[in-house]
């Protein structure tokens, strides 16, 4: 029975609790209970609120759930909400139900929307919301319930999870804010709250990879007293550099890495350190930022990437708007520096830095170079030591005073025997400049010989050595950097170039010596160009896509106003010796490179030369790596026609003596120029065999380099030209004409095999000595004596490597010579002479005395053959 009875009790009272939850979920869903609840939230938070729909819930505990809901601005910051959730959970304290009073416990808000607005008298919406002590004002139930004073608010705690921190500095958003927030704050004494918070940073159209969690714990007053007394920790870990800039900047600046940062924000005497008083409005902080793996983005990590430490501890003072960082230190592997911070906020901030102590050690610098730079060479060795100390004071910041310097040191470079040495100098701020130097670098000097800080001005002790010196000017932000120095040996500062991962010479090696004379000159800050002389001599020029250095006895390479020039004394290359002057032109709009004009002289010039120095024969690729080497450039993946393209020069060329095969000319003269893939030679003049010969030529390299030429030539001595030069003394007369003629193709033997054209000459006093060929054709045999023509006339044709004559006539007063046949260009000769009739009356007489033999010439010209025959048709006059 017992049992019984206590079985029906516990169903009495679980069907009693059932229509409760059924009573009190229905009953807080009525418009009266709705606004009741509604006015104790606004009495709780101290801002009008606005809830969609309550539910509740008796076990375990009494609790309510609102959602949707949104807690309202204070006008003086705007309409939009103050606080917006998806859901609230509180529940109601129990001894506050016992004294007859509904008190919310804890409230828990679900993915939270937090809004922090800063008006434009610099007051926040935050400022008087949470109080110092409770109240006891209580709303009556269902009544209308206008938004609370702060000091009538009573909230115990807070959970959330999932939140947002939004930031509005009058009208408009930041871009800015916290995600993912998740934590509590808890009262936990009158006037007391304790912070434990956890948040991502967010920037708005930035794409964040790893920025970061930040916790915040501390403890702390209502915001009517300022929040004071108060101690808060925060730690910000696990972010990468990258993400931090874009969080600052709004962009990716690069640079890779990792940060963390630890800080403790204090106010009240129980934080104050040792040395410092408290006072009202006073907060210490004290800040300890770590930064690792330091490198550009785009290279690998290594082991001895930069790190940075950053420490601040100092005072801040946000209604004097005075901020003071009284330790600042700022720490590397192996250097640092010390100084101290104050900033003045108001109408006109002032800030002062100074740098109290610093120093500075090259591997550092070197490791920081290495970072940011690639193809530095492993090995290099950088020992040297920097100190000084600086001074920046106003708004924006200022140099007030400087001083830096050092006593020198060494580095050591792979490849290179002897240590590059670094003098002592000394720098700082001089009549409104930032001055250092002069530096010297010596190559190969021993420390007793290495001579100290020179004059400016002097050249003492500058063999294989350079100096630099750095200034700044401070009002216009503009700067200079001049070098003076000479090597011995160019190669070793080029190997030094590159070493350091600045490569000078892509393409080409120089030996030799060298002087350099420069300045770097900034007009705009960060933004100049070099102006300066490099004088070569007795120097080697090896370039990638020819064969044979090019010797340099005297050369001047110049930069002036932006504008490159080479001044040549004597170079030796392509067989000759060259002399003259190449500069850079004003750009052309219509050209996609830089402009060029020459004035060049050479004494000799052999198309044999050529092809050895550009050699093997009919490679199309040597284009394609000569070219990058002039112009100074990387071109990977460029073709040899795109390279072409990039040059535009035009100017004059004379060659005291041009061999082209077995043509030789002297005093050669012509202007050509180079744009767009089109070469043009005009106007080329040239003195040979005794007489004058007028070219032209046109060029087009894409997409195969194809040529046509156009030649002319008067009263050229015959007993010189090439193909007679072994019978000077048996060939008189003179020749002029005409050749058309083209050609394509790369290297000799295919412009050769490919060269055709047409041309017509005509010769004047032709004498052939020792041999007279009109009384050889009419006997059938070679008969001794001499042979005159007045004039001579033909055509020839340029075909398969062969001249061939079609006909060629050679005219006395009573008859005329025909020759007909070919002369290759190797010299293979195959030629028949016949004798042509004078205009007669009587066509058969003629016909009868004129029954001749045919004369064949075969072999080479080195040894001709000579034979007669009958004629295969007899020729009468017309």
């Not at 501390?218 to 972010?239: E, K, M, V, Y």
């Not at 040979?688 to 050229?716: C, H, M, Q």
């Not at 058969?844 to 080195?862: C, E, N, T, V």
């Amino acid at each position: 029975m017992a049992n019984r009875r206590w079985w029906k009790l516990a169903v009495t009272l679980l069907a009693v609790l059932a229509v409760l939850q059924v009573s009190v979920s229905l009953l807080v869903r009525t418009r009266r209970a709705h606004n009741y609840l509604v006015a104790h939230l606004e009495h709780a938070f101290g801002r009008p609120v606005q809830v969609r729909v309550f539910n509740a819930r008796l076990l375990p505990s009494l609790q309510f759930d609102a959602e949707e809901v949104t807690v309202g601005e204070d006008p003086a910051f705007g309409y939009e909400y103050f606080i917006r959730a998806e859901r609230l959970s509180a529940g109601l304290r129990l001894f506050g139900v016992l004294r007859g009073q509904f008190d919310f416990g804890t409230i828990s808000l679900s993915k939270p929307s937090l809004i922090l607005a800063r008006n434009t008298k610099g007051r926040w919406n935050l400022e008087n919301w949470l109080p110092p002590a409770k109240s006891n004002a209580i709303p009556k139930s269902g009544a209308a319930v206008a938004p609370p004073s702060a000091d009538k608010i009573r909230l115990q705690k807070f959970d959330f999870d999932d939140g947002r921190i939004n930031f509005k500095l009058a009208d408009e958003k930041a871009a800015f804010a916290f995600i993912n927030v998740s934590g509590s704050v808890d009262q936990v004494a009158p006037g007391r709250w304790q912070l434990q918070l956890e948040a991502q940073p967010w920037r708005s159209g930035v794409a964040l990879q790893s920025a970061g969690t930040i916790l915040v714990r501390g403890d702390l007053a209502g915001t009517s007293a300022h929040l004071q007394p108060a101690q808060i920790s925060i730690h910000w870990g696990n972010a990468s550099l990258a993400d931090l800039l874009r969080l600052l900047r709004g962009q990716d600046y690069g640079i890779r890495g990792t940060f963390s940062l630890d800080a403790k924000l204090g106010s009240g005497a129980a934080t104050a350190p040792k040395d410092s008083v408290a006072s009202p409005g006073v907060w210490f902080f004290s800040v300890q930022s770590r930064a690792t793996q330091i490198h550009r983005w785009d290279m690998t990590v290594r082991a001895d990437n930069p790190r940075l430490n950053l420490n601040l501890r100092g005072h801040w003072n946000a209604g004097a708007a005075l901020l003071a960082a009284d330790q600042v230190e700022l720490e590397s592997p192996r250097s640092n520096l010390r100084g101290s911070l104050a900033l003045e906020g108001g109408d006109h901030p002032l800030l002062d830095l100074r740098c109290d102590s610093m120093g500075v050690q090259a591997s550092d610098l070197l490791a920081w170079y290495r970072a940011f730079h690639s193809g530095v060479a492993e090995g290099i060795i950088a020992e040297q030591y920097f100190t000084g100390g600086m001074t920046w004071r106003g708004w924006p910041l200022q140099l007030e005073s400087a001083a830096v310097s050092s006593t020198g040191g060494t580095m050591t470079v792979p490849g290179i025997a002897e240590p590059v040495r670094v003098g002592a100098f000394t720098g700082g701020r001089e009549h409104g400049a930032f001055v250092i130097g002069p530096v010297r670098f010596a190559l190969g000097v021993e420390a007793r010989e290495f001579l100290p800080q020179r004059k400016r001005g002097g050249n003492e002790g500058m063999e294989n050595a350079a100096e630099l010196t750095f200034m700044h000017e401070l009002a216009s932000k503009t700067g200079t950097i001049s070098v003076e120095g000479n090597v011995s040996h160019a190669e070793d500062f080029l190997k030094l170039a590159t070493n350091f991962g600045r490569p000078l010479n892509p393409g080409w090696e120089l030996s030799g010596r060298a002087s350099a004379s420069g300045k770097w000159e900034a007009s705009t800050p960060f933004a100049g160009s070099w102006n300066g002389t490099v004088a070569l001599s007795q120097a080697s020029l090896a370039v990638a896509g020819l064969n044979e250095p090019l010797t340099i006895h005297e050369g001047v390479l110049s930069r002036v106003n932006g504008k490159t020039q080479a001044q040549l004394e004597s170079v030796d290359a392509f067989g000759g010796k060259w002399s003259g002057s190449i500069e850079e032109a004003p750009a052309n709009s219509s050209a996609s490179g830089s402009n060029w004009r020459y004035r060049l002289s050479v004494d000799k010039l052999d198309a044999a030369d050529l092809d050895r120095w550009v050699g093997p024969r009919a490679r199309p690729s040597w284009l394609q790596r000569l070219l990058p080497s002039l112009m100074g450039v990387e071109t990977k993946d460029v073709s040899a026609s795109e390279l072409v393209r990039r040059v535009n020069a035009e100017g004059q060329l004379k060659i005291a003596q041009l061999t082209i095969e077995k043509l030789k000319f002297e005093n050669v003269s012509a202007t050509a120029s180079l744009h767009e893939l089109k070469l043009e030679v005009g106007g080329a003049t040239a003195d040979w065999r005794g007489g004058k010969v007028r070219a032209k030529l046109n060029g087009s390299f894409s997409p195969k380099p194809a040529y046509e030429i156009s030649v002319n030539w008067t009263d050229v001595k015959l007993s010189q030209i090439p193909w007679l030069a072994h019978y000077p003394e048996r060939v008189k007369g003179a020749a002029s004409g005409k050749l058309q003629a083209s050609t394509e193709g790369v290297g000799r033997e295919e412009l050769l095999a490919r060269l055709s054209g047409t041309g017509e000459t005509k010769l004047k006093n032709l004498e052939l000595r020792g041999w007279d060929l009109a009384a050889s054709l009419r006997e059938g045999t070679a008969r001794a004596g001499n042979s005159r023509w007045s004039s001579g006339t033909g055509s020839f044709e340029l075909k398969n490597g062969s001249f061939l004559f079609d006909p060629f006539r050679l005219r006395t007063s009573s008859d005329s010579t025909v020759l007909k046949g070919s002369l290759t260009f190797a010299g293979a000769v195959q030629i028949s002479v016949e004798s042509e009739p004078p205009a007669r009356k009587s066509k058969s007489a003629a016909s009868r005395a004129f029954a001749q033999s045919q004369l064949k010439i075969d072999g080479s010209l080195d040894n001709l053959k000579f034979s007669f025959a009958a004629a295969d048709e007899q020729v009468s006059a017309p």
